[in-house]
Protein backbone atom coordinates (compact mmCIF):
# COMPACT_ATOMS: atom_id res chain seq x y z
CA UNK A 1 0.00 0.00 0.00
CA UNK A 2 1.65 3.10 -1.11
CA UNK A 3 1.63 6.24 1.15
CA UNK A 4 -1.84 5.05 2.96
CA UNK A 5 -2.58 7.64 6.04
CA UNK A 6 -1.07 10.31 4.65
CA UNK A 7 -4.06 11.98 3.61
CA UNK A 8 -5.91 11.24 7.11
CA UNK A 9 -4.07 13.02 9.73
CA UNK A 10 -2.30 16.41 9.97
CA UNK A 11 0.50 16.82 12.32
CA UNK A 12 0.18 18.83 15.59
CA UNK A 13 3.08 18.34 17.80
CA UNK A 14 6.31 15.90 18.27
CA UNK A 15 7.98 14.80 22.21
CA UNK A 16 10.64 12.64 23.19
CA UNK A 17 8.70 11.29 25.43
CA UNK A 18 5.24 12.76 25.82
CA UNK A 19 2.53 12.15 28.77
CA UNK A 20 0.77 10.10 26.97
CA UNK A 21 4.03 8.37 26.09
CA UNK A 22 4.95 7.89 29.67
CA UNK A 23 1.28 6.33 30.29
CA UNK A 24 1.36 3.85 27.99
CA UNK A 25 5.03 2.58 28.92
CA UNK A 26 3.87 2.44 32.48
CA UNK A 27 1.01 0.36 31.37
CA UNK A 28 2.76 -1.54 28.63
CA UNK A 29 5.37 -2.42 31.76
CA UNK A 30 2.29 -3.38 33.96
CA UNK A 31 0.94 -5.93 30.98
CA UNK A 32 4.00 -7.57 30.34
CA UNK A 33 4.17 -8.39 34.13
CA UNK A 34 0.72 -10.02 33.71
CA UNK A 35 2.05 -12.11 30.79
CA UNK A 36 1.83 -9.96 27.89
CA UNK A 37 4.14 -8.59 25.82
CA UNK A 38 4.85 -4.81 25.26
CA UNK A 39 8.05 -3.75 23.41
CA UNK A 40 8.75 -1.10 26.59
CA UNK A 41 9.64 -4.01 28.48
CA UNK A 42 12.32 -4.71 26.67
CA UNK A 43 15.45 -3.00 27.21
CA UNK A 44 17.20 -1.93 24.00
CA UNK A 45 20.76 -2.89 23.07
CA UNK A 46 23.54 -2.57 19.94
CA UNK A 47 23.25 -6.45 19.47
CA UNK A 48 19.99 -8.34 18.99
CA UNK A 49 18.42 -9.59 22.44
CA UNK A 50 15.60 -11.62 21.43
CA UNK A 51 12.42 -11.99 23.62
CA UNK A 52 9.48 -14.47 22.59
CA UNK A 53 6.20 -11.92 21.48
CA UNK A 54 3.06 -12.08 19.82
CA UNK A 55 2.76 -16.17 19.93
CA UNK A 56 5.62 -17.73 17.91
CA UNK A 57 7.60 -14.67 16.83
CA UNK A 58 10.51 -12.86 18.38
CA UNK A 59 11.22 -9.19 19.03
CA UNK A 60 14.21 -6.99 19.86
CA UNK A 61 14.94 -2.96 20.65
CA UNK A 62 18.26 -2.67 18.60
CA UNK A 63 20.10 0.60 19.46
CA UNK A 64 21.51 2.64 16.91
CA UNK A 65 23.04 6.05 16.58
CA UNK A 66 20.26 8.87 15.62
CA UNK A 67 22.67 10.93 13.78
CA UNK A 68 24.60 8.20 11.57
CA UNK A 69 27.08 10.95 10.48
CA UNK A 70 27.44 12.50 13.84
CA UNK A 71 26.69 16.48 12.42
CA UNK A 72 23.59 16.98 14.43
CA UNK A 73 22.86 18.36 17.96
CA UNK A 74 21.34 14.73 17.76
CA UNK A 75 24.91 13.41 17.27
CA UNK A 76 25.00 11.65 21.21
CA UNK A 77 21.33 10.29 21.12
CA UNK A 78 19.94 7.10 20.00
CA UNK A 79 16.67 5.52 18.14
CA UNK A 80 15.58 1.95 19.42
CA UNK A 81 14.19 0.04 16.34
CA UNK A 82 11.57 -2.25 17.33
CA UNK A 83 12.19 -5.30 14.98
CA UNK A 84 10.22 -8.62 15.02
CA UNK A 85 11.35 -11.92 13.17
CA UNK A 86 9.35 -15.13 11.96
CA UNK A 87 12.22 -17.29 12.28
CA UNK A 88 12.81 -19.96 9.27
CA UNK A 89 11.88 -23.66 9.61
CA UNK A 90 15.51 -24.89 10.38
CA UNK A 91 17.99 -23.61 12.07
CA UNK A 92 21.04 -21.12 11.51
CA UNK A 93 23.49 -24.31 11.85
CA UNK A 94 21.36 -25.76 9.14
CA UNK A 95 23.37 -26.01 5.84
CA UNK A 96 20.20 -24.95 3.95
CA UNK A 97 19.55 -21.90 6.08
CA UNK A 98 19.82 -19.14 4.03
CA UNK A 99 19.86 -16.11 6.05
CA UNK A 100 17.54 -13.12 6.85
CA UNK A 101 15.18 -11.31 4.24
CA UNK A 102 13.94 -7.63 5.49
CA UNK A 103 10.63 -6.77 4.83
CA UNK A 104 9.44 -3.18 4.01
CA UNK A 105 5.18 -2.71 3.58
CA UNK A 106 5.71 1.19 2.11
CA UNK A 107 4.20 3.95 3.82
CA UNK A 108 6.10 5.82 3.74
CA UNK A 109 6.03 5.35 7.88
CA UNK A 110 4.08 1.67 7.27
CA UNK A 111 4.57 -0.51 10.07
CA UNK A 112 7.01 -3.49 9.58
CA UNK A 113 5.92 -5.12 12.72
CA UNK A 114 2.56 -5.26 11.24
CA UNK A 115 3.28 -6.58 8.24
CA UNK A 116 5.67 -9.48 9.72
CA UNK A 117 2.49 -9.88 12.11
CA UNK A 118 -0.16 -10.26 9.09
CA UNK A 119 2.42 -11.57 6.56
CA UNK A 120 5.44 -12.62 7.69
CA UNK A 121 4.67 -16.60 8.05
CA UNK A 122 3.23 -16.68 4.41
CA UNK A 123 6.02 -14.63 2.94
CA UNK A 124 8.65 -17.08 4.73
CA UNK A 125 6.62 -20.00 2.38
CA UNK A 126 6.63 -18.40 -0.43
CA UNK A 127 10.62 -17.34 -0.53
CA UNK A 128 11.92 -20.37 1.48
CA UNK A 129 12.34 -23.99 -0.15
CA UNK A 130 9.34 -25.75 -1.08
CA UNK A 131 8.31 -29.70 -2.64
CA UNK A 132 10.52 -28.80 -5.98
CA UNK A 133 13.41 -28.37 -4.04
CA UNK A 134 15.68 -31.54 -4.07
CA UNK A 135 18.67 -33.48 -2.20
CA UNK A 136 18.52 -30.48 0.56
CA UNK A 137 20.15 -27.25 -1.84
CA UNK A 138 17.01 -24.88 -0.78
CA UNK A 139 17.41 -22.52 1.31
CA UNK A 140 15.04 -21.33 4.01
CA UNK A 141 14.85 -17.93 5.46
CA UNK A 142 14.13 -15.76 9.04
CA UNK A 143 11.85 -13.15 7.83
CA UNK A 144 12.62 -9.74 9.38
CA UNK A 145 10.34 -6.67 10.19
CA UNK A 146 10.93 -3.35 12.08
CA UNK A 147 9.17 -0.04 12.41
CA UNK A 148 11.38 2.35 10.73
CA UNK A 149 12.45 5.72 12.79
CA UNK A 150 9.89 7.49 14.34
CA UNK A 151 6.86 5.23 13.58
CA UNK A 152 4.85 2.83 16.00
CA UNK A 153 7.00 1.20 18.27
CA UNK A 154 10.20 2.54 17.51
CA UNK A 155 11.29 4.82 19.64
CA UNK A 156 11.68 8.12 19.71
CA UNK A 157 8.40 8.19 18.27
CA UNK A 158 6.78 11.32 16.23
CA UNK A 159 3.46 12.30 17.83
CA UNK A 160 0.95 13.46 15.70
CA UNK A 161 -2.14 13.99 18.70
CA UNK A 162 -1.79 13.66 22.18
CA UNK A 163 -4.15 10.96 23.02
CA UNK A 164 -6.58 8.98 20.99
CA UNK A 165 -9.16 10.89 22.08
CA UNK A 166 -7.49 13.83 19.47
CA UNK A 167 -7.06 11.50 16.94
CA UNK A 168 -10.50 10.10 16.46
CA UNK A 169 -11.99 13.62 16.76
CA UNK A 170 -9.34 14.63 13.96
CA UNK A 171 -10.32 11.59 12.10
CA UNK A 172 -14.24 12.33 12.27
CA UNK A 173 -13.63 15.50 10.81
CA UNK A 174 -11.74 14.26 8.12
CA UNK A 175 -14.47 12.06 7.69
CA UNK A 176 -17.10 14.57 7.38
CA UNK A 177 -15.35 17.45 5.45
CA UNK A 178 -13.27 15.58 2.99
CA UNK A 179 -9.77 15.48 2.27
CA UNK A 180 -8.54 19.17 1.87
CA UNK A 181 -7.08 20.68 4.60
CA UNK A 182 -4.07 21.78 6.88
CA UNK A 183 -3.22 23.37 9.98
CA UNK A 184 -0.14 25.17 10.02
CA UNK A 185 2.07 24.27 13.18
CA UNK A 186 5.59 24.46 14.34
CA UNK A 187 7.33 21.76 16.96
CA UNK A 188 10.62 20.39 18.06
CA UNK A 189 13.04 19.12 15.03
CA UNK A 190 14.31 16.58 17.45
CA UNK A 191 14.15 12.90 16.18
CA UNK A 192 12.10 14.82 12.95
CA UNK A 193 15.27 15.35 10.98
CA UNK A 194 16.55 12.15 11.06
CA UNK A 195 14.00 10.12 9.84
CA UNK A 196 14.77 10.20 6.03
CA UNK A 197 14.83 7.45 3.56
CA UNK A 198 18.86 7.82 3.56
CA UNK A 199 18.84 7.43 7.79
CA UNK A 200 16.61 4.19 7.08
CA UNK A 201 18.51 2.54 4.87
CA UNK A 202 21.48 2.68 6.68
CA UNK A 203 19.52 1.25 9.37
CA UNK A 204 18.74 -1.49 7.20
CA UNK A 205 22.61 -2.02 6.48
CA UNK A 206 23.09 -2.31 10.23
CA UNK A 207 20.22 -4.56 11.22
CA UNK A 208 22.32 -7.15 8.87
CA UNK A 209 25.21 -6.41 10.09
CA UNK A 210 23.95 -7.39 13.89
CA UNK A 211 22.49 -10.46 12.57
CA UNK A 212 25.60 -11.26 10.79
CA UNK A 213 27.75 -10.65 14.32
CA UNK A 214 25.00 -12.99 16.30
CA UNK A 215 25.09 -15.58 13.71
CA UNK A 216 28.89 -15.87 13.60
CA UNK A 217 28.38 -16.21 17.30
CA UNK A 218 26.39 -18.94 16.92
CA UNK A 219 28.31 -20.89 14.53
CA UNK A 220 31.62 -20.47 16.45
CA UNK A 221 33.41 -21.45 13.40
CA UNK A 222 34.59 -17.87 11.77
CA UNK A 223 35.30 -14.23 13.03
CA UNK A 224 32.41 -12.15 11.98
CA UNK A 225 34.03 -9.08 9.65
CA UNK A 226 32.32 -5.78 9.96
CA UNK A 227 31.10 -4.86 6.70
CA UNK A 228 30.98 -8.17 4.85
CA UNK A 229 27.35 -9.23 5.71
CA UNK A 230 25.17 -8.95 2.59
CA UNK A 231 21.51 -7.53 2.72
CA UNK A 232 18.54 -9.74 1.45
CA UNK A 233 15.37 -7.32 1.11
CA UNK A 234 11.50 -7.35 -0.23
CA UNK A 235 10.15 -3.82 -0.37
CA UNK A 236 6.38 -2.96 -1.34
CA UNK A 237 5.35 0.39 -2.79
CA UNK A 238 7.17 3.54 -0.79
CA UNK A 239 9.48 0.53 0.38
CA UNK A 240 10.67 0.11 -3.49
CA UNK A 241 12.15 4.20 -2.75
CA UNK A 242 13.82 3.12 -0.03
CA UNK A 243 15.00 -0.32 -1.70
CA UNK A 244 16.55 1.77 -4.66
CA UNK A 245 18.12 4.44 -2.18
CA UNK A 246 19.60 1.06 -0.41
CA UNK A 247 20.78 -0.05 -3.20
CA UNK A 248 22.34 2.85 -4.86
CA UNK A 249 23.85 3.93 -1.54
CA UNK A 250 25.16 0.42 -0.78
CA UNK A 251 25.46 -1.47 -3.81
CA UNK A 252 28.35 -4.09 -2.69
CA UNK A 253 25.75 -5.02 0.18
CA UNK A 254 23.07 -6.40 -2.11
CA UNK A 255 22.30 -10.02 -2.30
CA UNK A 256 18.99 -10.20 -3.34
CA UNK A 257 16.65 -7.27 -3.58
CA UNK A 258 12.88 -7.11 -4.85
CA UNK A 259 11.62 -3.98 -5.32
CA UNK A 260 7.52 -4.70 -5.99
CA UNK A 261 5.36 -1.63 -6.78
CA UNK A 262 7.66 0.24 -8.47
CA UNK A 263 7.48 4.12 -7.72
CA UNK A 264 9.16 6.87 -9.25
CA UNK A 265 11.87 7.34 -7.15
CA UNK A 266 13.48 10.72 -8.75
CA UNK A 267 10.10 12.09 -8.90
CA UNK A 268 9.27 11.41 -5.04
CA UNK A 269 12.77 13.20 -3.88
CA UNK A 270 11.73 15.95 -5.85
CA UNK A 271 9.04 16.24 -4.08
CA UNK A 272 6.57 15.74 -6.76
CA UNK A 273 4.30 12.75 -5.83
CA UNK A 274 3.23 13.75 -9.35
CA UNK A 275 3.67 10.57 -11.39
CA UNK A 276 1.60 8.16 -9.77
CA UNK A 277 -1.87 8.32 -11.02
CA UNK A 278 -2.14 8.22 -14.97
CA UNK A 279 -3.50 4.33 -14.77
CA UNK A 280 -5.55 4.41 -11.53
CA UNK A 281 -9.07 5.22 -13.08
CA UNK A 282 -8.35 2.53 -15.80
CA UNK A 283 -9.44 0.14 -12.65
CA UNK A 284 -13.34 1.11 -13.12
CA UNK A 285 -12.75 0.17 -17.23
CA UNK A 286 -11.28 -3.42 -15.25
CA UNK A 287 -14.21 -3.72 -13.49
CA UNK A 288 -17.04 -3.53 -15.82
CA UNK A 289 -14.39 -5.91 -18.06
CA UNK A 290 -14.45 -8.36 -15.13
CA UNK A 291 -18.72 -7.76 -14.19
CA UNK A 292 -19.29 -8.85 -18.03
CA UNK A 293 -17.29 -11.34 -17.87
CA UNK A 294 -18.16 -12.61 -13.92
CA UNK A 295 -21.84 -12.76 -15.45
CA UNK A 296 -25.43 -11.71 -13.80
CA UNK A 297 -24.61 -14.59 -11.39
CA UNK A 298 -21.64 -13.33 -9.73
CA UNK A 299 -22.03 -8.93 -10.74
CA UNK A 300 -25.12 -7.61 -10.04
CA UNK A 301 -23.98 -4.61 -12.38
CA UNK A 302 -24.14 -7.10 -15.10
CA UNK A 303 -25.12 -5.69 -18.54
CA UNK A 304 -25.73 -8.26 -21.37
CA UNK A 305 -24.94 -5.34 -23.56
CA UNK A 306 -21.60 -5.65 -22.53
CA UNK A 307 -18.35 -3.85 -20.49
CA UNK A 308 -19.23 -0.26 -21.88
CA UNK A 309 -22.84 -0.25 -21.25
CA UNK A 310 -21.74 -1.26 -17.29
CA UNK A 311 -19.28 1.55 -17.29
CA UNK A 312 -22.06 3.65 -18.55
CA UNK A 313 -24.51 2.34 -15.88
CA UNK A 314 -21.30 3.00 -13.15
CA UNK A 315 -21.31 6.82 -14.01
CA UNK A 316 -24.75 7.55 -14.15
CA UNK A 317 -25.09 5.72 -10.63
CA UNK A 318 -22.22 7.80 -9.45
CA UNK A 319 -23.81 11.05 -10.83
CA UNK A 320 -26.49 10.81 -9.43
CA UNK A 321 -25.46 10.11 -5.60
CA UNK A 322 -23.48 13.12 -5.82
CA UNK A 323 -26.24 15.32 -5.30
CA UNK A 324 -28.52 12.56 -3.82
CA UNK A 325 -27.19 10.65 -0.30
CA UNK A 326 -29.14 8.43 1.57
CA UNK A 327 -29.89 8.10 4.95
CA UNK A 328 -30.51 4.83 6.90
CA UNK A 329 -32.75 4.50 10.18
CA UNK A 330 -31.14 3.20 13.26
CA UNK A 331 -32.04 -0.24 14.62
CA UNK A 332 -31.34 -2.31 17.43
CA UNK A 333 -27.44 -2.21 16.70
CA UNK A 334 -26.64 0.95 14.66
CA UNK A 335 -27.89 4.35 14.75
CA UNK A 336 -29.51 6.30 12.41
CA UNK A 337 -26.57 7.14 9.04
CA UNK A 338 -26.66 9.20 5.91
CA UNK A 339 -24.07 7.69 3.80
CA UNK A 340 -22.48 10.52 0.92
CA UNK A 341 -20.25 10.55 -2.03
CA UNK A 342 -17.14 11.41 0.24
CA UNK A 343 -18.21 7.79 1.72
CA UNK A 344 -18.26 6.49 -1.89
CA UNK A 345 -15.16 7.88 -2.81
CA UNK A 346 -12.85 5.76 0.36
CA UNK A 347 -14.50 3.22 -1.00
CA UNK A 348 -13.00 3.82 -4.36
CA UNK A 349 -9.70 4.31 -3.06
CA UNK A 350 -9.96 1.05 -1.59
CA UNK A 351 -10.92 -1.00 -4.37
CA UNK A 352 -8.30 0.11 -6.81
CA UNK A 353 -5.94 -1.35 -4.22
CA UNK A 354 -7.25 -4.36 -3.86
CA UNK A 355 -9.55 -5.37 -7.20
CA UNK A 356 -9.41 -9.04 -6.15
CA UNK A 357 -10.82 -8.70 -2.95
CA UNK A 358 -12.91 -5.77 -3.38
CA UNK A 359 -14.57 -5.29 -6.97
CA UNK A 360 -17.10 -7.71 -5.77
CA UNK A 361 -18.43 -5.54 -2.39
CA UNK A 362 -18.29 -2.62 -5.06
CA UNK A 363 -20.68 -3.63 -7.73
CA UNK A 364 -22.89 -4.81 -4.31
CA UNK A 365 -22.88 -1.22 -2.91
CA UNK A 366 -23.32 0.28 -6.55
CA UNK A 367 -25.95 -1.85 -6.94
CA UNK A 368 -28.11 -1.30 -4.09
CA UNK A 369 -27.49 2.65 -4.38
CA UNK A 370 -28.90 2.75 -7.92
CA UNK A 371 -31.91 0.74 -5.92
CA UNK A 372 -31.89 3.88 -3.25
CA UNK A 373 -30.62 1.22 -0.49
CA UNK A 374 -27.53 2.61 1.45
CA UNK A 375 -27.25 -0.05 3.55
CA UNK A 376 -24.13 -1.97 2.14
CA UNK A 377 -22.29 1.43 2.09
CA UNK A 378 -22.72 2.05 5.37
CA UNK A 379 -21.94 -1.34 6.92
CA UNK A 380 -19.10 -0.61 4.67
CA UNK A 381 -18.60 2.85 6.47
CA UNK A 382 -18.85 1.24 9.75
CA UNK A 383 -16.68 -0.90 9.19
CA UNK A 384 -13.52 0.80 8.06
CA UNK A 385 -13.80 4.65 8.22
CA UNK A 386 -15.13 5.07 11.77
CA UNK A 387 -13.00 5.24 14.69
CA UNK A 388 -13.04 4.40 17.82
CA UNK A 389 -12.54 6.66 20.93
CA UNK A 390 -11.72 4.00 23.00
CA UNK A 391 -9.44 6.33 25.62
CA UNK A 392 -6.86 3.31 26.18
CA UNK A 393 -5.06 2.14 23.18
CA UNK A 394 -2.78 -0.37 25.20
CA UNK A 395 -6.12 -2.29 27.01
CA UNK A 396 -7.51 -1.76 23.61
CA UNK A 397 -4.26 -3.47 21.86
CA UNK A 398 -4.53 -6.28 24.54
CA UNK A 399 -8.38 -6.93 24.12
CA UNK A 400 -8.11 -6.90 20.97
CA UNK A 401 -4.91 -8.53 19.38
CA UNK A 402 -1.74 -8.23 18.20
CA UNK A 403 -2.89 -7.83 14.71
CA UNK A 404 -5.23 -5.01 15.67
CA UNK A 405 -4.72 -1.26 14.46
CA UNK A 406 -4.73 -0.43 17.96
CA UNK A 407 -1.43 -2.39 18.21
CA UNK A 408 -0.45 -0.90 15.37
CA UNK A 409 -0.04 2.39 16.72
CA UNK A 410 -0.32 5.98 14.69
CA UNK A 411 2.10 6.79 11.65
CA UNK A 412 0.58 10.02 10.41
CA UNK A 413 2.90 12.21 11.58
CA UNK A 414 5.90 10.13 10.65
CA UNK A 415 4.40 9.27 7.23
CA UNK A 416 4.92 13.62 6.75
CA UNK A 417 8.20 13.75 8.34
CA UNK A 418 9.55 11.10 6.09
CA UNK A 419 8.04 12.46 3.11
CA UNK A 420 8.85 15.98 3.37
CA UNK A 421 11.92 15.96 4.68
CA UNK A 422 12.97 13.31 1.44
CA UNK A 423 10.89 15.62 -0.65
CA UNK A 424 13.59 18.70 0.12
CA UNK A 425 11.65 21.24 -2.62
CA UNK A 426 8.80 20.85 -1.11
CA UNK A 427 9.79 21.79 2.17
CA UNK A 428 9.65 26.06 1.08
CA UNK A 429 6.56 25.78 -1.54
CA UNK A 430 3.75 28.16 -0.83
CA UNK A 431 0.22 27.25 0.01
CA UNK A 432 -0.33 29.72 -3.13
CA UNK A 433 1.79 27.22 -5.39
CA UNK A 434 0.66 23.93 -3.86
CA UNK A 435 -3.24 25.43 -4.49
CA UNK A 436 -1.97 24.69 -8.39
CA UNK A 437 0.31 21.71 -7.82
CA UNK A 438 -3.49 20.29 -6.21
CA UNK A 439 -5.62 20.84 -9.04
CA UNK A 440 -2.96 19.55 -11.50
CA UNK A 441 -3.16 16.07 -8.85
CA UNK A 442 -6.77 16.26 -8.71
CA UNK A 443 -7.15 16.14 -12.22
CA UNK A 444 -4.98 12.94 -12.98
CA UNK A 445 -7.76 10.55 -11.25
CA UNK A 446 -11.41 11.19 -10.69
CA UNK A 447 -11.32 8.72 -8.03
CA UNK A 448 -8.32 9.20 -5.62
CA UNK A 449 -6.89 12.22 -6.86
CA UNK A 450 -8.35 14.55 -4.41
CA UNK A 451 -6.95 12.48 -1.51
CA UNK A 452 -3.02 12.20 -3.35
CA UNK A 453 -3.50 15.96 -3.64
CA UNK A 454 -3.59 16.30 0.17
CA UNK A 455 -0.24 14.09 0.27
CA UNK A 456 2.38 16.90 -0.02
CA UNK A 457 -0.19 20.13 1.53
CA UNK A 458 1.29 19.26 5.13
CA UNK A 459 4.98 20.07 3.92
CA UNK A 460 4.40 23.49 3.01
CA UNK A 461 4.28 23.72 6.96
CA UNK A 462 6.74 21.60 8.01
CA UNK A 463 9.80 23.28 9.68
CA UNK A 464 12.52 20.00 10.36
CA UNK A 465 15.24 19.53 7.51
CA UNK A 466 16.97 16.74 7.51
CA UNK A 467 20.41 16.21 8.57
CA UNK A 468 21.20 13.43 5.91
CA UNK A 469 19.03 13.54 2.62
CA UNK A 470 20.60 11.00 -0.22
CA UNK A 471 20.01 13.06 -3.65
CA UNK A 472 21.63 10.63 -5.66
CA UNK A 473 21.00 9.49 -9.11
CA UNK A 474 20.10 6.15 -8.39
CA UNK A 475 22.54 4.70 -10.83
CA UNK A 476 25.06 1.90 -9.89
CA UNK A 477 26.06 -1.96 -10.15
CA UNK A 478 24.88 -4.02 -7.24
CA UNK A 479 26.92 -7.69 -5.98
CA UNK A 480 23.79 -9.18 -7.35
CA UNK A 481 20.97 -7.35 -9.82
CA UNK A 482 17.78 -6.67 -8.31
CA UNK A 483 14.33 -7.57 -9.51
CA UNK A 484 11.67 -5.14 -10.28
CA UNK A 485 8.06 -5.87 -10.33
CA UNK A 486 4.67 -4.50 -11.56
CA UNK A 487 0.97 -5.28 -12.30
CA UNK A 488 -0.38 -4.37 -15.56
CA UNK A 489 -2.66 -1.96 -14.02
CA UNK A 490 -1.38 -0.69 -10.85
CA UNK A 491 -3.33 2.59 -9.37
CA UNK A 492 -0.35 4.76 -7.34
CA UNK A 493 2.35 3.25 -8.98
CA UNK A 494 2.42 2.44 -12.76
CA UNK A 495 4.57 -0.28 -14.41
CA UNK A 496 6.53 2.06 -16.50
CA UNK A 497 8.59 3.05 -13.58
CA UNK A 498 10.06 -0.32 -13.94
CA UNK A 499 11.23 1.21 -17.01
CA UNK A 500 12.47 4.26 -15.68
CA UNK A 501 14.10 2.63 -12.92
CA UNK A 502 15.76 -0.44 -14.53
CA UNK A 503 17.63 1.58 -16.40
CA UNK A 504 19.56 3.14 -13.41
CA UNK A 505 20.74 -0.53 -12.19
CA UNK A 506 23.00 -2.52 -14.12
CA UNK A 507 21.37 -5.97 -15.12
CA UNK A 508 18.43 -5.48 -13.51
CA UNK A 509 15.71 -8.04 -14.22
CA UNK A 510 11.81 -7.35 -14.23
CA UNK A 511 8.90 -10.15 -13.76
CA UNK A 512 5.58 -8.69 -15.13
CA UNK A 513 1.76 -9.72 -13.72
CA UNK A 514 -0.61 -9.41 -16.18
CA UNK A 515 -3.23 -8.26 -13.01
CA UNK A 516 -4.66 -4.81 -11.57
CA UNK A 517 -4.03 -3.54 -8.15
CA UNK A 518 -1.10 -2.29 -6.16
CA UNK A 519 1.93 -4.89 -5.59
CA UNK A 520 2.05 -8.69 -6.10
CA UNK A 521 0.05 -8.94 -2.78
CA UNK A 522 -3.22 -7.70 -5.10
CA UNK A 523 -3.24 -10.75 -7.50
CA UNK A 524 -2.90 -14.41 -6.88
CA UNK A 525 -0.54 -16.02 -9.32
CA UNK A 526 1.21 -19.52 -8.43
CA UNK A 527 3.96 -18.07 -11.73
CA UNK A 528 4.81 -14.65 -10.39
CA UNK A 529 5.01 -16.82 -6.81
CA UNK A 530 7.86 -19.26 -8.12
CA UNK A 531 9.54 -16.22 -9.88
CA UNK A 532 10.39 -14.64 -6.45
CA UNK A 533 11.35 -17.94 -4.85
CA UNK A 534 13.17 -18.81 -7.87
CA UNK A 535 14.43 -15.39 -7.37
CA UNK A 536 15.63 -15.57 -3.64
CA UNK A 537 16.79 -19.29 -3.85
CA UNK A 538 19.24 -18.96 -6.36
CA UNK A 539 19.38 -15.59 -7.79
CA UNK A 540 18.28 -16.31 -11.22
CA UNK A 541 16.06 -13.69 -12.77
CA UNK A 542 12.89 -14.75 -14.39
CA UNK A 543 13.32 -15.78 -17.92
CA UNK A 544 10.53 -14.72 -20.38
CA UNK A 545 9.25 -16.88 -22.95
CA UNK A 546 9.71 -17.06 -26.33
CA UNK A 547 9.22 -14.07 -28.02
CA UNK A 548 8.48 -11.87 -24.68
CA UNK A 549 10.81 -8.89 -23.64
CA UNK A 550 10.21 -10.68 -20.20
CA UNK A 551 8.13 -12.84 -18.14
CA UNK A 552 4.78 -12.59 -17.75
CA UNK A 553 2.66 -14.28 -15.64
CA UNK A 554 -0.95 -14.41 -15.34
CA UNK A 555 -2.93 -14.52 -12.42
CA UNK A 556 -4.62 -17.70 -11.50
CA UNK A 557 -8.02 -15.78 -10.24
CA UNK A 558 -10.23 -12.91 -11.64
CA UNK A 559 -12.86 -10.60 -9.94
CA UNK A 560 -15.91 -11.77 -9.94
CA UNK A 561 -15.11 -15.65 -10.42
CA UNK A 562 -16.59 -16.48 -6.99
CA UNK A 563 -13.36 -15.61 -4.78
CA UNK A 564 -14.04 -14.17 -1.86
CA UNK A 565 -12.35 -14.25 1.35
CA UNK A 566 -14.38 -15.89 3.96
CA UNK A 567 -14.48 -19.48 1.69
CA UNK A 568 -11.10 -21.98 0.53
CA UNK A 569 -9.86 -21.34 -2.29
CA UNK A 570 -9.42 -24.36 -4.41
CA UNK A 571 -5.98 -24.87 -5.42
CA UNK A 572 -5.38 -24.42 -9.48
CA UNK A 573 -5.78 -27.45 -11.47
CA UNK A 574 -2.43 -28.79 -12.38
CA UNK A 575 -0.97 -26.77 -9.30
CA UNK A 576 0.79 -29.26 -6.62
CA UNK A 577 2.63 -26.66 -4.29
CA UNK A 578 -0.49 -26.36 -1.67
CA UNK A 579 1.60 -24.63 0.60
CA UNK A 580 2.52 -21.70 -1.88
CA UNK A 581 -0.98 -21.97 -2.79
CA UNK A 582 -2.56 -20.79 0.20
CA UNK A 583 0.36 -18.61 1.12
CA UNK A 584 -0.67 -16.10 -1.79
CA UNK A 585 -4.09 -16.30 -0.81
CA UNK A 586 -3.40 -15.10 2.62
CA UNK A 587 -1.29 -12.65 1.46
CA UNK A 588 -4.03 -11.42 -0.46
CA UNK A 589 -6.18 -11.78 2.15
CA UNK A 590 -4.24 -9.68 5.07
CA UNK A 591 -2.48 -7.02 2.68
CA UNK A 592 -4.00 -4.19 4.26
Known amino acids: MVFKKLAQLTAASLAWSSPEQQRLQLENTKAAD??????????????????????????????????????????????????????????????????????NPGGPGGSGIGQVLRAG????????????????????????????????????????????????????????????????????????????????????????????????????????????????YLGFSYGTILGATLSAMYPDRIHRAVLDGVADSFDYMAGGWSTNLPDTDLEFVKLGEYCWLGGPTNC??????????IIDNLAKIIANFIHEPIGIPGDAISGPVIVTYND????????????????????????????????????????????????????????DGPYSEACGGDDGAASFAIACSDGQSRLDQTKESYREYAREIQSQSRLIGEEWAVIQ????????????????????????????????????????????????????GELHVDTEGHCTYATVSMCAGRGLREYFQSGKLPEAEKGDKMRV???????????????????????????????LVGLNRVWP
Not at 154 to 159: K, Q, R
Not at 300 to 309: F, S
Not at 348 to 375: C, K, M, W
Not at 463 to 488: C, E, M, Q, S
Open 34 to 103: NGYFHWAAIKPSTSFKWHDCFGDFKCARLQVPMDWQGHSDEANKTVELAVIKVEATVSVTDPTYGGAVIL
Open 121 to 232: KNVRTLLSAGPESSNGVGKHFDVYGFDPRGVNNTTPTIICQPDSIAAGKWQIETNAYGYIGTSDTSFDNGIAKHVSTAAVARDIVEIFERHASERRATLARTVYKKGAEMVQ
Open 300 to 309: PLYDEDGPAA
Open 344 to 399: LKRVFRDIVYHPLREFTVTAQILYDISQRNGSSLAAYKRAHFEPSLDHSLSERCLS
Open 457 to 508: LACTAWHARPAWRYDGNFTAKTAHPILFVGNTVDPVTPRRNIALMKKGFVGA
Open 553 to 583: CSPDRLPFDGYTELEDVPLPEGETDVEMWEA
